[in-house]
Nanobody, 121 residues
Framework: QVQVVESGGGLVQAGGSLRLSCAASGSFLRINGMGWNRQVPGKQRELVASIRSGGSAYYEDSVKGRFTISRDNANNTVYLQMNSLKPEDTAAYYC???????????????WGQGTQVTVSS
């Protein structure tokens, strides 16, 4: 089994910053990709940023230049530094870890329980 645990959410004023952390643990050979997604009630979960084990990163257009994703491979941890936050960034943020258990084996995605980010105007 794999556990994914997020932390770092909270309430912040517009223009402020927050740093989210996510740690994966359990039984796996390797973590390939890790990412941050967000969801507001009534809407689909959307990918905000992701990072591969080699460091290549993806950002959704609305967060480019404001959010930075980084990764500590040794500790199976991914971070999301969020600056210049806007009220529209308010959402539950979920971390995902894409793991393999065998060499050349299939990849499985695990999700954290989510952490709430609220940005007040």
């Amino acid at each position: 089994q794999v556990q994914v645990v997020e932390s770092g959410g909270g309430l912040v004023q517009a223009g402020g910053s927050l740093r989210l952390s996510c740690a994966a643990s359990g039984s796996f050979l390797r973590i390939n990709g890790m990412g941050w997604n967000r969801q507001v009630p009534g809407k689909q979960r959307e990918l905000v940023a992701s990072i591969r084990s080699g460091g290549s990163a993806y950002y959704e257009d609305s967060v480019k230049g404001r959010f930075t994703i980084s990764r500590d491979n040794a500790n199976n941890t991914v971070y999301l530094q969020m600056n210049s936050l806007k009220p529209e960034d308010t959402a539950a943020y979920y971390c995902n870890a894409d793991v393999t258990r065998l060499v050349d084996g299939p990849e499985f995605r695990y999700w954290g329980q989510g952490t709430q980010v609220t940005v007040s105007s």
